[in-house]
């Protein structure tokens, strides 16, 4: 800050909340089962994927067995619609919902990346699909972000994995992030974060230069993806160059 002439530093202290959130791997056949017993005695939860069709796919299984209770919003809703269930859905999950009496007894959102940022969107329990471990835990932002009453199932912060399995990851989440940084990301994957102390080392760590340690059958295969990165950085790098302003 400034006193008007000369610029001055202080050190502040406050107090901090810190979140534990217990990770777990999630196969896509068992995400219904999953909740039906998390939601049993009613809470909310997040769904976030990685592309628009696979959103649209798990919400229509969902309602098999949830009903009206799973709800949709991705991107290529009309601008007016899009709004509108946003309004819907910030009332609804927000701060203030509980007290207001908007927070649904049980409800499932389905999404894809539109919550990872400035979403004030309070879940019981998350489910996400696999991303780069950045992206990965801006989504968790959205889980227990206030305090207020949860069902006893639902005490505990927890965070599902999807979209991964033994062969590999869903191919829409391959295209949008390319696999090296989903790679890291699985490697790096403990049973517990605790949010915020683990975010910078967590996060270096995915992006780390040297990439990370993988099993033995997995490193040809991660060669080849870390290969795959660097050109793919490259020629962003090349690509922006063109629209550089030259030096004077």
């Known amino acids: 800050f400034t006193d008007g002439s000369n610029i001055q530093q202080k050190k502040i202290s406050g107090h901090q909340s810190r979140l534990e959130v217990a990770l777990k791997a999630l196969p896509d056949e068992q995400i219904a089962l999953v909740l039906e017993d998390l939601l049993s005695e009613g809470g909310c939860a997040g769904i976030i994927v990685n592309t628009v069709k696979r959103a649209q796919s798990v919400a229509r299984t969902l309602r098999q067995s949830f009903g009206d209770d799973v709800q949709l919003l991705h991107s290529r809703f009309i601008a007016m619609d899009r709004a509108q269930k946003e309004k819907e859905?910030?009332?609804?999950?927000?701060?203030?919902?509980?007290?207001?009496?908007?927070r649904p007894e049980r409800c499932i959102l389905v999404g894809t990346q539109i919550f990872e940022q400035s979403c004030d969107l309070d879940f019981d329990v998350l489910i996400s699909d696999?991303?780069?471990?950045?992206?990965?835990?801006?989504?968790?932002?959205?889980?227990?972000?206030?305090?207020?009453?949860?069902?006893?199932?639902?005490?505990q912060a927890q965070c599902f994995i999807s979209g991964m399995s033994d062969s590999g990851f869903d191919r829409g989440a391959e295209l949008v992030y390319g696999k090296y940084l989903l790679m890291n990301t699985r490697a790096l994957l403990p049973p517990q974060i605790t949010l915020p102390d683990d975010i910078s080392r967590l996060v270096q760590e995915a992006?780390?230069?040297?990439?990370?340690?993988?099993p033995l059958a997995l490193q040809e295969e991660y060669k080849e993806a870390k290969n795959k990165h660097e050109q793919?950085?490259?020629?962003?790098?090349?690509?922006?160059?063109?629209?550089?302003i030259s030096d004077p």
């Open 89 to 102: 859905l910030f009332a609804s999950l927000g701060a203030d919902s509980e007290w207001e009496g908007k």
């Open 232 to 244: 793919r950085i490259d020629k962003k790098i090349n690509k922006a160059r063109d629209f550089q």
């Open 130 to 155: 696999i991303c780069p471990m950045d992206l990965l835990i801006q989504r968790i932002g959205r889980l227990h972000r206030h305090k207020r009453r949860r069902p006893s199932k639902l005490l």
């Open 207 to 214: 992006y780390h230069s040297e990439g990370v340690s993988v």
